[in-house]
């Protein structure tokens, strides 16, 4: 019985250590002498670290393939620590976002969200999709600020955070057609009566609470719909910047970058 267990083993074929992904390059750092340190968001494994050998050295046939914000076809193999790019080919580049700045910080703004959301090897093809689709809205559209906003209250949703946008979280009432108050802490909206009693709420106006509403019931193309005023989409930006900020305890680089380049153009 051993000795037949013995033969039978050696005839079983080994499993394969490479294993081929999609994923979107979310960063990457220069690691010795010419290798380079990936973060990428995958189709199957979710968030993961691999390594680029000879990445940076002229005329390697990877390091065309591995730029911020590239969607690619990988190869990767076990290493040590790190999974090893054996094989890499870019689906789609997304470089016409290097090509205007304030796209380009959206679409870091997107990438940094997401990765400070989302824990490594944690698969969520939804979340795989809203990224793909984001960058390249950003990359291909004169309009920047809807498929932020829309991939905002999305990823909230993906990541288990959707806001309470109907009743208020306090009084239970169905919130009016008027301005309200938006609690962090609470993760929604309250009623005025409700709002004036908590001093972390912030005032939302109605009008920004429609444009939320619409984004969190609809589809992208249900969603283009929305023509919100300068001044709501700048109401909008501030406190979703702030609420995911207070979500993350922590700051983010990208709107930092967003706001030195608006006033370079300014």
Known sequence: MVRAYKVYNRCMPRESRSQRVEAIVLKHADFGEADRLLTLYSREQGKIRALAKGARKPGSRKGGHLEPFSRVSLLLGSGRDLQIVQQAEAIQMNSAL??????????????????KFSGDHDENRALYRLLRDTLERLSGGADLQLPVRFYEVRLLDLVGF??????????????????????FEQGGVLCPDCGHLDPGARPISIAALKILRHLQRSSYEEAKRAKPWPHVQLELETLMNLYLTYLLERGLNSPRFLRSVRRAAA
């Open 162 to 183: 959707r806001p309470e946008l109907q009743n208020c979280l306090n009084c239970k009432k169905k919130i009016q057609a008027e301005d309200q108050f938006f609690s």
């Open 98 to 115: 290097s090509e205007d700045l304030v796209a380009l910080g959206y679409a870091s703004y997107a990438v940094e969200l997401l990765d």
